[in-house]
Protein backbone atom coordinates (compact mmCIF):
# COMPACT_ATOMS: atom_id res chain seq x y z
CA UNK A 1 0.00 0.00 0.00
CA UNK A 2 1.74 3.18 -0.95
CA UNK A 3 1.13 6.34 1.64
CA UNK A 4 -0.79 9.01 -1.03
CA UNK A 5 -3.47 6.60 -0.60
CA UNK A 6 -3.78 6.31 3.36
CA UNK A 7 -6.20 8.29 4.80
CA UNK A 8 -4.64 11.19 6.88
CA UNK A 9 -4.90 10.79 10.12
CA UNK A 10 -8.36 11.81 12.24
CA UNK A 11 -10.25 11.55 8.50
CA UNK A 12 -11.79 8.02 9.09
CA UNK A 13 -13.81 8.81 11.88
CA UNK A 14 -15.33 12.59 10.00
CA UNK A 15 -16.52 10.18 7.01
CA UNK A 16 -18.00 7.51 9.16
CA UNK A 17 -20.30 10.26 10.62
CA UNK A 18 -20.47 12.03 7.64
CA UNK A 19 -22.44 9.10 6.16
CA UNK A 20 -24.07 8.33 9.31
CA UNK A 21 -25.65 11.81 9.08
CA UNK A 22 -26.57 11.37 5.15
CA UNK A 23 -28.09 7.97 5.73
CA UNK A 24 -30.31 9.54 8.77
CA UNK A 25 -30.76 12.71 5.98
CA UNK A 26 -31.96 10.41 3.70
CA UNK A 27 -34.26 8.64 5.66
CA UNK A 28 -35.99 11.59 7.21
CA UNK A 29 -36.96 12.48 3.55
CA UNK A 30 -38.22 9.13 3.04
CA UNK A 31 -40.33 9.02 6.21
CA UNK A 32 -41.67 12.81 5.35
CA UNK A 33 -41.86 11.63 1.71
CA UNK A 34 -44.27 8.53 3.05
CA UNK A 35 -46.64 10.67 5.61
CA UNK A 36 -46.86 13.45 3.09
CA UNK A 37 -47.85 11.29 0.49
CA UNK A 38 -46.28 13.35 -1.79
CA UNK A 39 -45.46 11.66 -5.37
CA UNK A 40 -47.04 9.26 -7.56
CA UNK A 41 -46.99 6.50 -4.74
CA UNK A 42 -49.09 8.38 -2.36
CA UNK A 43 -48.90 7.30 1.12
CA UNK A 44 -50.32 7.77 4.95
CA UNK A 45 -51.82 11.28 3.93
CA UNK A 46 -51.16 13.86 6.51
CA UNK A 47 -54.58 15.75 8.25
CA UNK A 48 -56.04 18.34 5.94
CA UNK A 49 -56.98 21.78 6.88
CA UNK A 50 -59.95 22.84 5.01
CA UNK A 51 -61.06 26.76 5.69
CA UNK A 52 -59.39 29.62 6.93
CA UNK A 53 -58.42 33.14 6.46
CA UNK A 54 -59.76 35.02 3.03
CA UNK A 55 -60.68 38.87 2.02
CA UNK A 56 -63.36 39.18 -0.60
CA UNK A 57 -65.93 41.57 -1.52
CA UNK A 58 -69.91 41.48 -0.85
CA UNK A 59 -72.27 42.99 -3.54
CA UNK A 60 -72.51 46.07 -1.01
CA UNK A 61 -69.21 47.09 -1.77
CA UNK A 62 -68.48 46.23 1.59
CA UNK A 63 -64.94 43.78 2.22
CA UNK A 64 -65.63 40.87 4.12
CA UNK A 65 -63.43 38.41 5.28
CA UNK A 66 -63.76 35.31 7.35
CA UNK A 67 -63.79 36.99 10.78
CA UNK A 68 -66.98 38.97 9.39
CA UNK A 69 -68.63 35.15 9.58
CA UNK A 70 -67.24 34.41 13.01
CA UNK A 71 -69.85 33.47 15.41
CA UNK A 72 -71.94 32.02 12.15
CA UNK A 73 -72.31 28.05 10.96
CA UNK A 74 -71.25 28.63 7.17
CA UNK A 75 -72.38 26.67 4.05
CA UNK A 76 -69.70 27.89 1.81
CA UNK A 77 -69.52 26.95 -1.89
CA UNK A 78 -67.14 28.32 -4.80
CA UNK A 79 -69.13 28.83 -8.11
CA UNK A 80 -70.08 31.43 -10.71
CA UNK A 81 -73.20 32.71 -11.99
CA UNK A 82 -73.04 31.76 -15.42
CA UNK A 83 -72.53 28.05 -14.74
CA UNK A 84 -75.38 26.51 -16.73
CA UNK A 85 -76.13 22.94 -14.48
CA UNK A 86 -73.56 22.34 -11.06
CA UNK A 87 -73.47 25.59 -9.27
CA UNK A 88 -77.49 26.17 -9.90
CA UNK A 89 -78.08 22.49 -8.82
CA UNK A 90 -76.16 22.44 -5.38
CA UNK A 91 -77.39 26.02 -5.29
CA UNK A 92 -80.75 24.73 -5.49
CA UNK A 93 -80.22 21.43 -3.16
CA UNK A 94 -78.63 23.77 -0.47
CA UNK A 95 -82.13 26.04 -0.57
CA UNK A 96 -84.39 23.27 -0.46
CA UNK A 97 -82.46 21.56 2.90
CA UNK A 98 -82.75 24.16 4.07
CA UNK A 99 -85.99 25.38 4.05
CA UNK A 100 -86.37 21.91 5.76
CA UNK A 101 -84.68 22.14 9.08
CA UNK A 102 -85.86 24.14 11.80
CA UNK A 103 -86.65 27.91 11.47
CA UNK A 104 -83.84 28.40 14.83
CA UNK A 105 -81.52 26.24 12.95
CA UNK A 106 -81.61 27.59 9.78
CA UNK A 107 -81.41 31.14 11.58
CA UNK A 108 -77.74 29.99 12.50
CA UNK A 109 -76.93 29.06 9.11
CA UNK A 110 -75.26 31.72 7.10
CA UNK A 111 -74.64 30.36 3.26
CA UNK A 112 -71.88 31.78 1.07
CA UNK A 113 -71.66 31.67 -2.87
CA UNK A 114 -68.32 32.64 -3.53
CA UNK A 115 -67.95 33.74 -7.24
CA UNK A 116 -64.48 32.08 -9.40
CA UNK A 117 -65.28 34.11 -12.20
CA UNK A 118 -64.34 37.97 -10.94
CA UNK A 119 -64.21 39.00 -14.51
CA UNK A 120 -67.76 38.78 -15.06
CA UNK A 121 -69.50 38.52 -12.09
CA UNK A 122 -70.63 42.17 -11.15
CA UNK A 123 -71.91 42.95 -8.16
CA UNK A 124 -75.30 43.55 -9.15
CA UNK A 125 -75.41 40.27 -10.49
CA UNK A 126 -74.32 38.24 -7.44
CA UNK A 127 -76.45 40.39 -5.39
CA UNK A 128 -79.58 39.18 -8.04
CA UNK A 129 -78.21 35.65 -7.98
CA UNK A 130 -77.65 35.47 -4.10
CA UNK A 131 -81.09 36.41 -3.83
CA UNK A 132 -82.54 34.20 -6.50
CA UNK A 133 -81.58 31.28 -4.55
CA UNK A 134 -81.34 32.23 -0.80
CA UNK A 135 -82.52 35.40 0.53
CA UNK A 136 -79.54 35.98 3.11
CA UNK A 137 -76.79 34.15 0.91
CA UNK A 138 -74.31 36.32 0.62
CA UNK A 139 -73.07 35.93 -3.20
CA UNK A 140 -69.20 37.39 -3.59
CA UNK A 141 -66.21 37.59 -4.99
CA UNK A 142 -62.81 39.58 -5.40
CA UNK A 143 -59.35 40.22 -7.19
CA UNK A 144 -58.66 37.29 -8.99
CA UNK A 145 -55.75 36.86 -6.52
CA UNK A 146 -58.36 37.13 -3.36
CA UNK A 147 -60.20 34.32 -5.22
CA UNK A 148 -57.43 32.09 -5.91
CA UNK A 149 -56.27 32.41 -1.84
CA UNK A 150 -59.87 31.62 -1.01
CA UNK A 151 -60.18 28.87 -2.98
CA UNK A 152 -56.72 27.71 -1.86
CA UNK A 153 -58.35 27.80 1.83
CA UNK A 154 -60.96 25.27 0.77
CA UNK A 155 -58.77 23.34 -1.37
CA UNK A 156 -60.96 24.38 -3.87
CA UNK A 157 -59.91 23.50 -7.87
CA UNK A 158 -61.01 25.89 -10.87
CA UNK A 159 -59.89 26.38 -14.54
CA UNK A 160 -61.58 28.11 -17.55
CA UNK A 161 -62.04 25.87 -20.69
CA UNK A 162 -63.50 27.11 -23.80
CA UNK A 163 -67.20 27.25 -24.23
CA UNK A 164 -68.71 25.63 -27.29
CA UNK A 165 -71.24 28.51 -27.34
CA UNK A 166 -69.15 31.28 -28.57
CA UNK A 167 -71.63 33.79 -26.64
CA UNK A 168 -70.55 32.37 -23.40
CA UNK A 169 -67.24 33.07 -23.86
CA UNK A 170 -65.85 30.60 -21.34
CA UNK A 171 -67.20 27.85 -18.68
CA UNK A 172 -65.40 27.16 -15.78
CA UNK A 173 -64.48 23.78 -14.34
CA UNK A 174 -64.94 23.62 -10.68
CA UNK A 175 -64.94 21.69 -7.62
CA UNK A 176 -68.77 21.50 -6.14
CA UNK A 177 -68.26 20.58 -2.70
CA UNK A 178 -70.22 22.46 -0.26
CA UNK A 179 -69.04 22.75 2.98
CA UNK A 180 -70.36 23.27 6.52
CA UNK A 181 -68.06 25.54 8.68
CA UNK A 182 -68.54 26.00 12.66
CA UNK A 183 -69.15 29.48 14.47
CA UNK A 184 -65.36 29.20 15.44
CA UNK A 185 -64.74 29.07 11.26
CA UNK A 186 -63.82 25.46 11.79
CA UNK A 187 -64.62 22.89 8.94
CA UNK A 188 -67.33 20.50 9.87
CA UNK A 189 -68.24 18.45 7.07
CA UNK A 190 -68.94 18.46 3.35
CA UNK A 191 -71.58 17.83 0.63
CA UNK A 192 -70.88 16.15 -2.46
CA UNK A 193 -72.73 17.68 -5.73
CA UNK A 194 -75.45 15.25 -5.74
CA UNK A 195 -76.61 14.81 -2.22
CA UNK A 196 -80.25 14.88 -1.58
CA UNK A 197 -81.79 17.77 -0.02
CA UNK A 198 -83.49 15.27 2.53
CA UNK A 199 -80.04 14.03 3.57
CA UNK A 200 -78.54 17.20 3.51
CA UNK A 201 -81.35 18.98 5.73
CA UNK A 202 -80.50 15.61 8.21
CA UNK A 203 -77.26 16.36 8.47
CA UNK A 204 -77.57 20.41 9.50
CA UNK A 205 -80.32 19.12 12.28
CA UNK A 206 -77.91 16.81 13.42
CA UNK A 207 -74.49 19.35 12.91
CA UNK A 208 -75.55 22.40 13.96
CA UNK A 209 -76.42 22.95 17.49
NI1 LIG B 1 -70.81 25.76 -11.33
Redo the contacts with the bound molecule.
Sequence with gaps: MSKSKKLPQGLGPVLIFAATLLIALGLGIGIRYLLTGSGAGGGISAPVTIGGPFTLSHPSGKEVTDKTYLGKYLLVYF??TY?P???PT?LGTMAEALGKIGKDKAAKIKPIFISVDPERDTKERLADYGEAFYPGMDALTGTPEQVLAAAKQYRVYFARVKAEDAEVGYL?D?S?LLYLMGPDGKFIRHFSHGTQAAEMAAALEESVK
Design positions: GYCDVCSIHA
